[in-house]
């Protein structure tokens, strides 16, 4: 089997390609073929030569210690695990495989709505502050400081916190700040002046930290926290004992996972990959957490991070928005010839009704026209009803205008002033409807200012 190993510790320069035979389950244990496995500080400790507890010397080795993937073989004696599920799990070595052997109780199922480079950064990014919360006690009526809230690990333990009922006051750059306030965190800037920032953001005290961060972090923490016993740090195992502080303990199991995925579906945590290995989805970054769902209605614009699964009752694949016209042949023509929307289906007179769906094969997001009856009935169009393309910057939106313009159509005011002042280009279609050509992509990126 293939997988990124080294046979020298060092820089990520040092991984490679390799081929090595491939694990058999033995009893108790699962095979699990890997789709994604997380890249967390562990995995970058043992590429730089740290030797995992427990763990064999030698080389070559095969870092990962978290993955997701589908059993392949099952051992003698496991229960609840058969070929072709699709599991996540840890271990503490060698999991940037093809394939991984773990003990069977080392594995939980995947929900089939988690894409699978989050299931891969998911069990390890979880199962630390879920840890760490039990530790210390962090429930209702507590303020707990999460340093590097922003991080893998803090991102979900300030969701957690939330979730426990607790005032979460978090540490990040300024860039990661707004994200922080979508969790539910006070957000809090690290450097100097840490100390005094976080007593402002927490007028009444702090009674719990987790240090994601190390030094200064774990030097305010020690002052502002009175019981040290809910002081945890995941960075200075060396100077815990001495000062008096906890590190997390060994209590790793596939049941918390399960707990978390379990939040995961009632839609209070979530996590999201932070980023891609644009090589192989095999290589993935820790894992982080979106914006809590709930929330009073305001004027504010929230949106849902890159990864955010659907839940589990919704296991969409597609969406198609669909509505009728009267003037189907000419509907048709302008979205196929000369919009150019490709054609993903089509039909004439099935169950009554002329029909075409537009988009591509295995995209997710289709629209489908539709005609029936004699005569055609047909809503009033309504300017607000719209098609918005969003289109991969100004020059990607000129060019749809132009070709449209080629076909003899002419820009229209939109009836939304938004529209103009973010330079989106709004035509309309035969029945009257809008077709609105925005210069950037919805989701993936902000409108561009506002012109005046
Ligand atoms: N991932 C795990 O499962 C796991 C398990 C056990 C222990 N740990 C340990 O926990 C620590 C955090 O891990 P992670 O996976 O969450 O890392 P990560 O995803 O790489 O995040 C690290 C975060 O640290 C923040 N940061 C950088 N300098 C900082 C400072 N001076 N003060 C406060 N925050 C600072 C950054 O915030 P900005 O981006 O906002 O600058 C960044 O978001 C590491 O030491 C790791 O070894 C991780």
Redesign the pocket.
């Known amino acids: 089997m293939r997988v990124a190993g080294f046979s020298e510790p060092g820089g990520p320069d040092v991984l490679r390609p390799m081929e090595i035979a491939a694990p058999e389950a033995g009893p108790g244990e699962v095979r699990v073929r890997v789709r994604a496995a ?1 890249v ?3 995995d970058l ?1 043992v590429r730089e030569g740290w030797t995992p507890p427990g763990t064999p010397e030698g080389f070559p080795r095969v870092p990962g210690n ?1 993955f997701a993937g589908t059993v392949d073989q099952v051992g003698d004696g496991v229960a609840g695990f058969r070929p072709g599920d699709e599991v996540m799990g840890n271990c503490r070595l060698n999991a940037y495989a093809e394939y991984v052997v773990v003990p069977a109780a080392a594995v939980t199922a995947k929900p089939a709505s988690m894409p699978w480079e989050v299931a891969g950064a998911f069990p ?2 979880v ?2 502050p879920h840890i760490a919360l039990e530790e210390m006690g962090v429930g209702a009526g507590d303020t707990l400081l999460v ?9 979900v333990a300030v969701q957690l916190a939330r979730i426990a009922g607790a005032t979460v006051v978090g ?3 300024e ?2 700040h707004a994200y922080l306030r979508s969790l539910g965190a006070v957000p809090v800037a ?2 100097d002046g ?1 100390e005094e920032r976080v007593r402002d953001a927490a007028p009444g005290g702090v009674d719990a930290a987790l240090d ?6 774990l030097e305010v923490s020690l002052k502002l926290v009175r019981d040290r016993n809910r002081i945890i740090t ?2 200075e195992h060396a100077r815990a004992a001495e000062l008096g502080v906890r590190v ?1 303990a060994d209590k790793r199991s596939s049941a918390r996972v399960a707990e978390a995925r379990a939040s995961t579906r009632r839609g209070g945590c979530a996590c999201t990959c ?1 980023r891609r290995s644009p090589s192989t989805a095999r290589r993935t ?2 894992a ?1 957490s979106r914006p809590a769902t709930a929330g009073a209605r305001s004027s504010s614009w929230c949106g849902t991070r890159a990864g955010t699964m659907w839940p589990e009752h919704l296991d969409v694949g597609a969406v198609r928005f669909a509505r009728p016209t009267a003037r189907f042949e000419e509907v048709l023509a302008f979205y196929r010839d000369v919009l150019g929307l490709p054609v993903l289906a089509e039909w004439r007179d099935h169950a009554g009704y002329d029909g075409a769906v537009f988009g591509l094969p295995g995209t997710p997001v289709h629209m489908e026209i539709t005609q029936s009856g004699a005569p055609p009935r047909i809503p009033e169009p309504h300017p607000e009803n719209q098609l918005v393309l969003y289109l991969r910057g100004a020059g990607a939106r000129d060019a749809a205008a132009a070709r449209l313009a080629g076909h003899g159509h002419r820009p229209v005011a939109p009836e939304n002033p938004y529209w103009s002042e973010h330079g989106a280009v709004v035509f309309q279609d035969p029945d009257g409807w809008q077709v609105v050509l925005a210069p950037w992509v919805f989701g993936a990126e902000p409108p561009p200012g506002r012109r005046p």
């Open positions: 997380g967390q500080p562990f400790a978290e390890a990014a199962m630390t340093h590097a809230a922003a991080g893998g690990v803090g991102a540490t990040a750059s860039a990661n690290y450097g840490l994601g961060a190390g030094g200064d972090a995941l960075v997390t932070a970054r820790t982080r």
